[in-house]
């Protein structure tokens, strides 16, 4: 059994449909060009709209995550910030940052003296070979951070 087709004229507003699509499509990378991505600079600004001027401190944040990432669209990663978790002394925030993502912020997790320990895990999308950034909110209002490198030898948001 076989079907017979048709062909119709387009219409003049079927013609003007696929007009607007084809030049919204033609726009799209003019609108999100790929190369808008986050640099070194625009991911400490972020982090210093987070935390304003205080001082961060070295250490206390494990980060755990590949040196090497197969697949940038999957990484793993996890956090871990050693505190007590009392009521006097306990990790409120961890956000991760990556440098060179279009969104320079990542995740945030939040704590409380209820959570037990200061511990997250995900799965990230990363764009290519940058750092990671955990800051950690103290709370008492210090603030912790840590750096690593991920290399990635796929990407993940951009190809």
């Given at each position: 059994m076989?079907?017979?087709?048709?062909?119709?004229p387009?219409?003049r507003?079927?013609?003007?449909?696929?007009?607007?699509?084809?030049?919204?499509?033609?726009?799209?990378?003019?609108?999100h060009?790929?190369?808008?991505?986050?640099?070194?600079?625009?991911?400490?600004a972020?982090?210093?709209k987070?935390?304003?001027?205080?001082?961060?401190?070295?250490?206390?944040?494990?980060?755990?995550?590949?040196?090497?990432?197969?697949?940038?669209?999957?990484?793993?990663?996890?956090?871990?910030?050693?505190?007590?978790?009392?009521?006097?002394?306990?990790?409120?925030?961890v956000h991760?940052?990556?440098?060179?993502?279009?969104?320079?912020?990542?995740a945030?997790?939040?704590?409380?003296?209820?959570?037990g320990?200061?511990?997250?895990?995900?799965?990230?999308?990363?764009i290519?070979t940058?750092?990671?950034?955990?800051v950690?909110?103290?709370?008492?209002?210090s603030?912790?951070?840590?750096?690593a490198?991920?290399?990635?030898?796929?990407?993940?948001?951009?190809?």
């Open positions: 076989s079907k017979k087709l048709t062909m119709t387009l219409g507003r079927d013609f003007l449909r696929l007009t607007a699509c084809g030049a919204t499509a033609a726009l799209l990378p003019v609108l060009p790929a190369g808008a991505m986050a640099d070194a600079a625009s991911t400490e972020e982090i210093k987070l935390i304003g001027d205080k001082k961060r401190t070295d250490g206390r944040i494990t980060l755990e995550l590949p040196q090497i990432a197969e697949n940038g669209n999957t990484v793993p990663i996890a956090v871990e910030v050693e505190s007590p978790m009392t009521d006097s002394d306990y990790v409120k925030a991760l940052f990556a440098e060179q993502n279009p969104n320079p912020s990542v945030t997790f939040r704590f409380s003296p209820q959570s320990k200061a511990w997250a895990a995900t799965r990230i999308r990363l290519k940058q750092n990671i950034i955990a950690a909110e103290m709370s008492d209002g603030i912790y951070s840590a750096k490198e991920v290399k990635v030898t796929i990407g993940g948001c951009g190809g």
